[in-house]
């Protein structure tokens, strides 16, 4: 009696079950597949470029001469969009979690979003007709009184069309996914780690740094890596706003090239042995943006010990 | 380093909402204070009153006035910052700083403000905290190990080491066995006894047998009805309280009679 009560089960449930394992497992090996697939593309148009002999590559000194410069074109703008997103993020995802009244902080959090919205196309229409403009007379400024600077090194360009720019539009870009995320994160600190910090006698910024930014720190790495992911890929903003060129430290001048903006410029008119460099670079860039996202899961896992999970 | 509290007729509101109504008393110092009472009662919100933990929640306010050994904590001028410091509390449900160390959880109150303090006052304070706390036995070899990974009962302690190694004039503390297994709430109750030579001790319990084996004097607080503002009843030596109450409704809750 008893065991067959036991062995008898409800299928539908089961059924349920089955379906749900088999979809999960159909849409995880999905993104596998896609990504292998991506991968094999990028690796299999390439070779012809990174097999030719160095002096039909453009440039004619290899693909690897070729393919440095803007390499690190790529990195500098990246790296200046997120040293002026991140704090700037940081900041405005506080204001809204912790410190605006509720009012203003959903009506700021919606004006956020709706940055994110913004085709990218029209970021870098701005970036080219107006903000390049308007700032080269700072640009000036700096070539003028930080010129010691590499960095700053002058003659500065005269429209503005420079990496910099570049790097404050790209920070633009990604100020709203690493805002709403962080904002996400700063909402779901336990009430009751502030609460034990505020009835230490913590401070508002002290009971923020003593439980809030702890438990957010993984979520705000991954939500900085993010917003580099979107700044290593960007293409059309960059593509618009720099006058590109020749690899050069100075961050005022026109010059340097980023590796998306140079596929999207070249490719129209790209054939034979060009398409194969464009796609070796694409493959640079995903090799790039794959390490970035390595780096950050091993920044996060490193404190797991202290992360609050267990 | 402790102090007595009066308080003289305080209303609590939340929003236009009264939740607990002109509640006089007087906490005597270096003695445990028990607040005990049905749940709603508004126990645990007067107790959050004591050191304005309850003004985290937006539109929470008061009337009237607690004295902190005659100063009043609601008095023009008159920072929460500095109230909590001297009037720690100890949660319902333990809650060391996940991403802290052991040590580091203990130093965390006394690190604020930037107070600075060396090595060696640093590694005195924590052993004498977690010794306060009966817990420096089991930890002394693992303090630079997240305090998440204790045991509940050991992670309550934590958090009463956290709250004495600031010294405190005042500990409040809200339901701090309800969420532990009997024999840490022993370790828990016998700690409360070795405070008492020290601090000022306010706990709200669920347990009236822990009520009765722990304090000296005893509040009670009850509730006329959903959506009534909570009061206090009555409040006496915890013995007389439980054997010869004034009140009959004292008298029907301690003796299990409800209603």
Redesign the interface.
């Known amino acids: 009696m008893t065991t067959t009560s036991l062995t008898q089960s409800r299928c539908a449930g089961r059924a349920g079950d089955k379906v749900f394992s088999g979809a999960a497992l159909a849409a995880g090996c999905l993104i596998l597949a896609v990504l292998f697939g991506v991968a094999l593309f990028l690796v299999v148009q390439a070779i012809p470029a990174l097999v030719a002999s160095p002096d039909k590559i453009q440039g004619g000194e290899g693909f690897f001469a070729y393919i440095w410069p803007i390499v690190i074109g790529t990195l500098i703008a990246a790296v200046i969009a997120l040293v002026i997103a991140t704090p700037v993020a940081i900041g405005v995802a506080l204001f809204i979690s912790h410190f605006a009244p509720?009012g203003l902080a959903s009506g700021l959090g919606y004006v956020i979003d709706l940055l994110a919205a913004i085709p990218s196309v029209v970021y870098g229409a701005w970036g080219a007709a107006f903000l390049a403009r308007e700032i080269s007379p700072a640009y000036d400024w700096l070539a003028n009184n930080m010129g010691w600077l590499p960095i700053f090194q002058g003659p500065a360009s005269a429209t503005g069309k420079t990496i910099l720019t570049a790097g404050i539009v790209l920070s633009v870009m990604v100020l709203p996914i690493i805002t709403s995320l962080s904002r996400e994160i700063f909402l779901q600190t336990?009430k009751?780690?502030?609460?034990?910090?505020?009835?230490?006698?913590?401070?508002r910024w002290?009971m923020i740094r003593?439980?809030v930014i702890?438990?957010a720190?993984p979520g705000i790495v991954s939500a900085v890596m993010l917003g580099l992911g979107r700044a290593l890929g960007e293409t059309m903003a960059v593509a618009l706003v720099l006058s590109s060129g020749a690899l050069t430290a100075s961050l005022i001048q026109s010059g340097n090239q980023t590796i998306a903006a140079e596929i999207a410029l070249n490719f129209p008119e790209a054939s034979g042995l060009k398409v194969s460099t464009l796609i070796a670079a694409g493959l640079v860039l995903f090799i790039i943006t794959l390490g970035v996202n390595m780096i950050a899961r091993w920044i996060i896992s490193r404190?797991k010990?202290?992360?609050?999970a267990? | 380093m402790s102090k007595r509290i009066d308080v003289k007729d305080l209303n609590v509101y939340y929003g236009k909402f009264l939740a607990v109504e002109d509640v006089s008393i007087n906490i005597e110092a270096k003695s445990v204070t028990a607040f005990i009472g049905p749940s709603g009662c508004g126990k645990s919100t007067f107790l959050r009153t004591l050191?304005r933990?309850h003004e985290?929640i937006?539109g929470a306010r008061v009337e009237g006035e607690v004295l902190l050994d005659g100063d009043n904590l609601y008095g023009q001028g008159v920072d929460p910052?500095?109230v909590?410091?001297?009037i720690?509390?100890v949660?319902q449900?333990p809650?060391?700083?996940?991403?802290?160390?052991i040590r580091d959880n203990v130093l965390?109150?006394v690190r604020?403000?930037n107070h600075k303090i060396s090595k060696g006052e640093a590694d005195a304070l924590v052993e004498r905290s977690l010794q306060g706390a009966n817990l420096w036995n089991e930890v002394k070899d693992r303090l630079a190990k997240?305090g998440?990974?204790l045991s509940g009962g050991q992670q309550q302690r934590l958090?009463i080491a956290?709250?004495i190694a600031?010294e405190p004039q005042v500990i409040l503390m809200d339901e701090p066995c309800s969420a532990l297994d009997p024999i840490s709430t022993l370790a828990i109750e016998d700690l409360i006894n070795d405070l008492k030579d020290q601090y000022t001790v306010v706990i709200v319990t669920h347990n009236m047998q822990q009520a009765a084996r722990v304090s000296d004097r005893t509040a009670f607080f009850n509730i006329a009805g959903t959506g009534k503002p909570g009061k206090l009843i009555e409040v006496g030596d915890t013995h007389t309280i439980f054997s010869n109450p004034t009140q009959k409704a004292t008298e029907d809750y301690v003796s299990g009679r409800f209603g």
């Open positions: 509720r336990p009751l780690h502030e609460e034990a910090a505020l009835a230490l006698g913590a401070t002290e003593m439980a702890p438990f720190r404190h010990e202290f992360s609050g267990n | 050191n933990m985290v937006p910052v500095t909590r410091s001297q720690g509390m949660f449900r809650n060391p700083f996940p991403t802290m160390s965390a109150g604020l403000n997240p998440s990974g958090c956290r709250a600031v």
